[in-house]
């Protein structure tokens, strides 16, 4: 499919206990060679989630002033499963917020929600993949959301360049893996992360020297940070939680071009 739009590319599967009754999956979907201008967002998943969505390729997609680019979203009382989606080879071009993955959407006429029991109203997000995707002048680069009653498990980010006014967030996640993400921003950490299981990161780096660390973890442990490299003119590298340094496996790092490679505070 190839195609020039102004509307959003979106992909549903029912809504909350009407949804989960029908039961019907939207599965085995490709959507290649687009490009979207001034949209919602560039291709959407949820957050009408109820009969699980999967088996999802979106590559060679450009995105140019949309207010998200990939967004995957649902709430508590959607339920159903998002899995084995990946996105590849993307270029995004002042966007509001690069990628967003979020367990917390609110639509019009619906409250926040609270913490509840996992039954089948929790939405599940896992084995999803973000590839080659270029990033410039987002609002915010990445978003990441899940609950804690239900994390967000085995979300991949691999070879992402990005420029924005903030970074890269994400909590309530397990096995969250970066690999080769270079994050870019004009204030604020480079990559924020909290409450993650099974955290792995692996060549991630900021080119932007500012004053706050590149890389924030809280609550975090056992994350293990593997053969990054800090710029020139970097102030803090890696940043924990008071105590929570000990818990981070550092392996094959080049941290000595920062003011400080470590600190807990």
């Given at each position: 499919?190839?195609t ?5 590319i979106?992909?549903k ?16 979907v490709?959507i ?14 949820g ?30 009382g ?10 590849d080879?993307?270029t995004?071009q ?21 913490v509840?029991p996992?039954?089948?109203?929790t ?15 987002a ?10 009653e ?8 691999i070879?992402v ?6 970074g890269?967030?994400?909590?309530h ?6 690999r080769?993400?270079e ?5 604020g ?8 299981s ?7 780096t900021?080119r ?22 800090a ?27 920062a ?7």
């Amino acid at each position: 499919m190839s195609t020039r739009a102004t509307t959003v590319i979106v992909l549903k599967a029912g809504k909350d206990a009407d949804g989960r009754r029908v039961n019907r999956p939207t599965e085995h979907v490709a959507i290649t060679n687009c490009t979207v201008h001034h949209a919602h967002g560039a291709v959407v998943i949820g957050s009408e989630t109820a009969g699980s969505i999967r088996n999802v390729v979106a590559s060679n997609i450009t995105a140019v002033d949309t207010e998200n680019g990939i967004r995957i979203k649902s709430r508590r009382g959607r339920g159903g499963v998002v899995e084995a989606a990946h996105f590849d080879t993307w270029t995004m071009q002042n966007v509001g917020v690069g990628i967003v993955v979020t367990s917390y959407y609110v639509m019009g006429g619906e409250t926040a929600s609270t913490v509840e029991p996992v039954t089948e109203r929790t939405p599940t997000f896992r084995n999803i993949a973000v590839s080659n995707v270029t990033i410039n002048g987002a609002k915010k680069v990445v978003d990441i959301d899940g609950l804690p009653e239900m994390p967000i498990t085995g979300l991949r980010l691999i070879d992402v360049v990005a420029f924005g006014k903030a970074g890269l967030t994400a909590r309530h996640t397990d096995a969250l893996a970066l690999r080769h993400v270079e994050v870019n921003v004009d204030s604020g950490p480079a990559f924020a992360i909290e409450s993650a299981s099974n955290l792995e990161l692996e060549g991630v780096t900021s080119r932007t020297a500012g004053l706050s660390p590149v890389l924030r973890l809280t609550r975090t442990p056992g994350a293990v940070l593997r053969n990054s490299k800090a710029a020139p003119g970097t102030q803090t590298f890696l940043s924990t939680g008071p105590g929570e340094l000990k818990l981070v496996r550092l392996e094959g790092n080049v941290l000595d071009q920062a003011k400080t490679a470590t600190e807990e505070r």
